[in-house]
C-alpha cells in the first residue's frame, strides 16, 4: 500500500504542558491529505478545564481568554475520532501521521480519551512519525524539530505552533521525505523500519545522550550536539575534550570515557 496513494490524516496538538499522562489539550488540529495532496484542514480550539500556564500561551499564543467559550475535550474528542477512524467522512479510516506524535501526542490524546470516558485509543504501532527518520538519517543537523526539519526538505511551514499549521507541514513533509527516497513509499516498510529506528535510537540515547551517535553507515563516532555536530570525534581538536570532560559533571559513562581518550 503506497502513502502517496492513500488517505492520509496528519494531526497535532497544542497543550498546556508537555506531560503527556497529566497535561491538557488546548487546541487540537488535522490536515487531511489525499494522493499526496491535502484536501482539508482542522483546526478546533479546546477548554482544557485547567489554567493554561504562561509557558505554555508563551509557545502557542493561547490563553485562558481565547478558549474560555470553548468546547471541552469530552465534546472534541467525539467529534475528533470519527475523523481519526472514518465514521465522520465515508466510513474509509485513514493511515495517521504526526511529527513526534509517538512520544508526545498519541499518549497525551490517548490520556486524554481515558480521562473522558471515550472508548477510542490510537494505536502507536499505526502511526507514521517523521521525526523517528530524520533522527535516524539526519543525526548531523543543528536540530530535527519540525521547523528544522521542513527547512532541510524545502517544505514551507506557516503558522508554527497552531495545530493545523504544523499538521499540514508536517504532511508536505512527509511526502518531500518520501520522494527524496528517506522515506518509504509503502506503509508496511515505513512502520516497520520506524520500529527498528526507533529502539535503535533509544539504545544511542541510553548510552551516549545527544553528546555522541555512531555513523549510520560504519559505526564511526560522530559529535550529536553543538557545534561540532556531524563531525567525526578524530576530526576535532583535543581541547575541546578537555574543556567539555571538566565542564560537564554529568556526561554519560561511555561519552566520558570517549572524551578521556581524546584529551
Known sequence: MNITDERVLVFDTETTGVDVRNDRVVEVGGAMFEGGVRTRLYNVRVNPGVPIPPGATAVHGISDADVSGAAGFLDVGRRFVGHLDGSAADGIRPLLCGYNALSFDVPLLNAEFERHGLEHRIDPAQVLDPILFMKWFHRDLKGRRLVESCEHYGVTLKNAHSAAGDSDATGGLLFAMIAAGTFPADVEVALREQ??????????????????????????????????????????????????TEAVAELPPAVRAVFDSRR
Open 195 to 244: 520500529a527498528v529506528f526507533a529502539a535503535r535510537l533509544e539504545l544511542e540515547w541510553s548510552e551516549f545522550g545527544r553528546y555522541l551517535y555512531r555513523d549510520r553507515q560504519d559505526g564511526r563516532l560522530r559529535h550529536g550536539s553543538g557545534k561540532h555536530v556531524g563531525r567525526l570525534i578524530e576530526e576535532v581538536d583535543r581541547g575541546y575534550y578537555k574543556f567539555m
